[in-house]
């Protein structure tokens, strides 16, 4: 079992960016998605972006153009860069692994984010 822990979050300004970072215990590459959630205040964990094994991507339609997904296989690690914050964007940001064989979704404990002036 894949244990991911993610890292990089904080208190940002509007229009500041960060990168977040989850790293894996063990070889992401044989999951079928890669994905980061996120978690407002007061509601329920939501989909943000989701990479896959061919390099495709795949994003929520509020972070297109500001958020970009990518990976390193040879780390283990998976990566959201985040541009252009929005108070909207304030959550906690999970990472997430998914293996179609065994439907199974792997968890990490989430890093919080703040946008806020």
């Known amino acids: 079992q894949v244990q991911l822990v993610e890292s990089g979050g904080g208190l940002v300004q509007p229009g500041e960016s960060l990168r977040l970072t989850c790293a894996a215990s063990g070889s992401i590459a044989g999951y079928d998605a890669m994905s980061w959630y996120r978690q407002p205040p007061r509601t329920h964990r939501e989909l943000v972006a989701s990479?896959?094994?061919?390099?495709?991507?795949n994003y929520a339609d509020d972070v297109k153009g500001r958020f970009t997904i990518s990976k390193d296989i040879a780390q283990n690690t998976i990566y959201l860069q985040m541009n252009v914050l929005t108070p909207e964007d304030t959550a906690v940001y999970y990472c997430?692994?998914?293996?179609?064989?065994?439907?199974?979704?792997?968890w990490g404990k989430g890093t919080p984010v703040t946008v806020s002036a």
């Open positions: 997430n692994a998914f293996d179609y064989s065994i439907y199974q979704n792997y």
């Open positions: 990479i896959f094994p061919n390099n495709g991507t």
